[in-house]
C-alpha cells in the first residue's frame, strides 16, 4: 500500500449458526488493540431470524455547473446485501440510533464550538469525547500514540467462542481542532459529532443483528495546522484498519453531497536576514530583508503565469512590528501555501517555488532559512465506498449526491491516509450565508446551526451505512481493495 508494503485483507467469515456477541469495553491507559480475530458465525441468509436489522469549498463542479444527482444501478434480487442492509432493519437500527443520540451529540457540537481550541491544545474536546465515548461502551486510549490531545475509541463483536477468522476494522475519524480568531470556521465540531454518529450507529447495528468485526473512531487532532492524522499513522494509529471513512461540511445546495478528490497541500516559510542600517544616511551598508521578501512575492507572481489553472499558491508577509521607515529591515519572513491536483505535481511546483525564494535572497545578499512543512497528500477517494456512500444518500435519504473527478480546492491530512488504506471524506452541505464559506466568520456561525447538525447526522447515517456493507459483503470488500490498488498503481 502507498508507502509501505501492503496489508493482506481478512477473510470475512461465516458459520452455519447464530451466537452470542461478545462486546469490548473500557478505558485503555496500556495502548493496547483488540483481539484481531473477530468473526460472524451468522450466514445472511440467516438475517431475518436474527432480528434482522485548508479552504474553498463547493459542491458544484470547477465549471460552476449544480451538483448531479446520481442513480446508481440496483442490486439484484439474489444479492444478499440488498436484503440485509438496504432494505432491511440494519439501517433501520442505524438511523434509529443516531436519532435517538441526537440531542447528545448536539450537546458535544455546540461544547466544541463554544469551546474553540487550536492545533494540538484541544484539551477539553479530548477530555470530553473521551468521556462520552467509555460511558456508551467503547475502549478508549486517551492521549493516543503520545499526542496529547488524539484518543482512540474501539468496540468488537465477535461469535462467541470463535479462535480463527476476524471481522473487518471499520477506521472512523473525529477532527476537533479550530481556527485562529475564527472558531470554527471549517465545521469541526460537526466533523467530530459525525464521527461519534457513525461509531454508535454502527454498533447498535452490530450489536442488534450480530454482525461481527471491528469500529475504530480516531480522534484526530491539527488538522488545520499540524497534520495530526500523518503523525498518528506514521506512529501505527492507522495499522489496524480495513478502511478509513469521515465526512466534512461545505457550502452548497440543500440536501446534497459530493466525493470528490482533494487538492494535495504543502507550506513552506522563509526567513530572511539581512542588516540594517540608516535609510537615508547608509543605506548602502544594509542588506534589506523586505527587500527580499518583496522580490519573493513578486517572483512567485511572475511564476503563476507558467502555473497551471489547477494549482494554488498564496502567501504572507509578516516582520517586525517595530519597523520604522528610516530604519531599513534586517528581518522578514513568508508562510506559503503551495496546492496542487496531485503530490507529484506539487513537488514540482514546490522546487519552482523555492527557487524564487532562494533567488529574491541573492539578490538581496541576504540569508534565507526556509522550512518545508508537513506534505498533506492529494486524497484518493476510493471509488467503490464513494459509489455506495452516494448511493445511500440518493436512494434511502434523497440528496442530490455525485461522485465526480473535478478536483475540490481544499485540502485534508486524510489524504495522506487515503495513500495506504481506502479512504472517502465526503463533503455534505450546510446552510450558509452569501460569500460565507469555510474559513469565514459567517461559516462558523452556520456550522453551530441546527440544519447543519441535521446534515451531518445525515450525511452520518450515509457512511455508517457504506460501512455495515464493508462489514458483511465480502465481493463488496474485494472491489473496494481492487480499486484501491489500482489507485495506487496510477499515483
Not at 475509541?153 to 476494522?169: D, P
Not at 450489536?207 to 488545520?224: C, F, K, S, Y
Not at 507550506?267 to 537615508?280: L, M
Not at 534589506?288 to 503565469?305: C, E, H, K, P, T
Request: aromatic residues 8%; negative net charge.
Amino acid at each position: 500500500m502507498g508507502n509501505g508494503t501492503s496489508r493482506p485483507h481478512r477473510a470475512f467469515r461465516c458459520g452455519g449458526r447464530k451466537t452470542l456477541s461478545k462486546a469490548y469495553s473500557n478505558v485503555d491507559h496500556d495502548d493496547k488493540s483488540l483481539p484481531a480475530k473477530i468473526s460472524l458465525k451468522m450466514p445472511l441468509s440467516m438475517a431475518s431470524d436474527a432480528c434482522a436489522t485548508c479552504c474553498q469549498f463547493n459542491l458544484e463542479s470547477t465549471a460552476s455547473s449544480p451538483v448531479s444527482t446520481t442513480t446508481p444501478p440496483s442490486y439484484s434480487s439474489e444479492d444478499p446485501y440488498e436484503y440485509l442492509a438496504l432494505q432491511s432493519e440494519v439501517l433501520d437500527t442505524i438511523d434509529a440510533e443516531i436519532d435517538r443520540l441526537s440531542g447528545e451529540l448536539r450537546e458535544i457540537s455546540l461544547f466544541i464550538w463554544d469551546n474553540p481550541e487550536l492545533a494540538f491544545e484541544e484539551h477539553k474536546s479530548h477530555d470530553r469525547l473521551v468521556a462520552f465515548m467509555v460511558a456508551h461502551g467503547f475502549r478508549v486510549t486517551p492521549h493516543y500514540r503520545g499526542l496529547a490531545t488524539a484518543w482512540r475509541a474501539e468496540f468488537g463483536v465477535a461469535g462467541a467462542g470463535t479462535t480463527t477468522g476476524g471481522g473487518r476494522v471499520i477506521g472512523l475519524q473525529s477532527e476537533m481542532d479550530a481556527l485562529p480568531k475564527m472558531g470554527h470556521a471549517c465545521g469541526h465540531n460537526l466533523i467530530a459529532v459525525s464521527g461519534i454518529a457513525v461509531a454508535l450507529g454502527l454498533k447498535a447495528a452490530m450489536v442488534a443483528h450480530g454482525i461481527a468485526g471491528r469500529i475504530v473512531l480516531l480522534g484526530t487532532p491539527a488538522e488545520e495546522h499540524g497534520g495530526g492524522k500523518i503523525q498518528l499513522l506514521e506512529r501505527g494509529g492507522y495499522d489496524d484498519m480495513d478502511v478509513c471513512l469521515m465526512t466534512h461540511p461545505g457550502p452548497g445546495e440543500h440536501n446534497s453531497t459530493i466525493v470528490s478528490p482533494w487538492t494535495a497541500i504543502q507550506n513552506v516559510d522563509v526567513e530572511y536576514q539581512g542588516r540594517s542600517a540608516h535609510a537615508a544616511y547608509a543605506p548602502w551598508e544594509a542588506q534589506n530583508a523586505l527587500d527580499a521578501a518583496f522580490m519573493a512575492y513578486s517572483g512567485i507572481s511572475v511564476l503563476r503565469q507558467q502555473m497551471k489553472p489547477s494549482h494554488r499558491v498564496h502567501g504572507i508577509v509578516s516582520g517586525n512590528k517595530d519597523y520604522e521607515t528610516n530604519v531599513i529591515p534586517d528581518f522578514a519572513s513568508m508562510k506559503w501555501g503551495i496546492r496542487a491536483p496531485t503530490w507529484s505535481e506539487l513537488e514540482i511546483l514546490r522546487d519552482r517555488v523555492v527557487k524564487c525564494l532562494e533567488a529574491a535572497a541573492t539578490a538581496t545578499s541576504c540569508e534565507a532559512k526556509i522550512t518545508i512543512g508537513v506534505g498533506y497528500k492529494d486524497c484518493k477517494e476510493n471509488g467503490t465506498l464513494a459509489d455506495e456512500y452516494t448511493r445511500v444518500a440518493h436512494n434511502r435519504y434523497g440528496w442530490k449526491a455525485a461522485v465526480t473527478n473535478d478536483v475540490l480546492q481544499a485540502s485534508t491530512d486524510a489524504g495522506n491516509i487515503s495513500y495506504v488504506i481506502p479512504t472517502i471524506e465526503p463533503v455534505f452541505a450546510i446552510p450558509t450565508e452569501q460569500n460565507g464559506s469555510n474559513h469565514t466568520p459567517q461559516f462558523a456561525t452556520s456550522a453551530k446551526s441546527p440544519a447543519a447538525h441535521a446534515a451531518a447526522l445525515t450525511a452520518s447515517k450515509c457512511l455508517a451505512a457504506t460501512a455495515a456493507r464493508v462489514l458483511v459483503d465480502d465481493d463488496f470488500f474485494h472491489k473496494i481493495r481492487a480499486s484501491f490498488e489500482a489507485q495506487l498503481a496510477v499515483s
